[in-house]
């Protein structure tokens, strides 16, 4: 596809728009970087005192891992929502935001949203340290699995981006995509296993019995690629074992779904881009 070849051909393009938005988001800030270090952790701080003392949501030690630390259970799942959600929320507005650019000069127009992605994985890197650095700490062995935790985030940084790419160009066509997918994603975030464990759900649908024919709300359940996401990166970093077979082939085959949609959807519509906005 001509969006591929658009951007091994725009690398360096790509390289400066990225440093731009590295350097860029926290401009003129007085904490600068350390911004995304805090906004997570301020986000921890307030899941785990509502869903740990308050409701008291109590997952499962990690096993073989040992850990029983709600905040570093939240936080396996919560730093890959977050990314999930900020290349989204970048990602789809990136060809409106640059409307003068697009309409004065010809580039490959797939290097906006992917830059705004690819600086966000700069900012995820550096969450994702700190949090594999904690977990050591609490006497889990992150490392060991540390490659397969690298190759499992970039293919969620491709699925992030092939969304991304689609919704981008949705947005051009109909503003309202930027609200309507605000609404979506707090439905989302609370219809994923970010601050309860997920066999709080497989209990309430065993308990309902199938839906439909023999679907479960458990099936369905399941259909959730960030529900897939998530039970990987905790049994990577907070059970410290290999995940299941079964999680591993979603979350390729959506991501290769998201790509394909996104770059066919990319393709068709970048060169009408100017005449649209």
Known sequence: MSVFTDLVSSRELLSNLTSREV??????TLLGQLWSLINPLAQMLIFTAVFSFVIRVQPDKGSPSGLDVFALWLMCGLLPWNFFANVLGGG??????????IKKVYFPRVVLPV?????????????MVVLIVALAIFGGQPWKWLPLVVVVMAVEAVFATGVSLTL??????????????????????????????PHLVQ?????????VG???????????????FADVFRKLLYDNTWPSLSSIIAIVCWTVAAVVIGAWVFARN?????EAL
């Open 23 to 28: 350097k860029g988001k926290y401009k003129r």
């Open 92 to 101: 789809m507005g990136s060809l409106v935001s640059s409307e003068n650019l």
């Open 115 to 127: 830059s705004n992605a690819a600086s966000i994985v700069v900012t995820w890197l550096g969450e």
């Open 168 to 197: 981008s160009i949705a947005n051009v066509y109909f503003r309202d995509v930027q609200y309507l997918i605000g609404i979506v994603l707090q439905a989302w975030f609370y219809l994923t296993p970010i601050v309860y464990p």
């Open 203 to 211: 209990t309430q649908s065993d308990k309902f019995g199938p839906l």
């Open 214 to 228: 023999n679907v479960t709300a458990w099936d369905i359940y399941q259909l959730n690629p960030l529900t897939q």
């Open 270 to 274: 970048e060169k009408r881009l100017a």
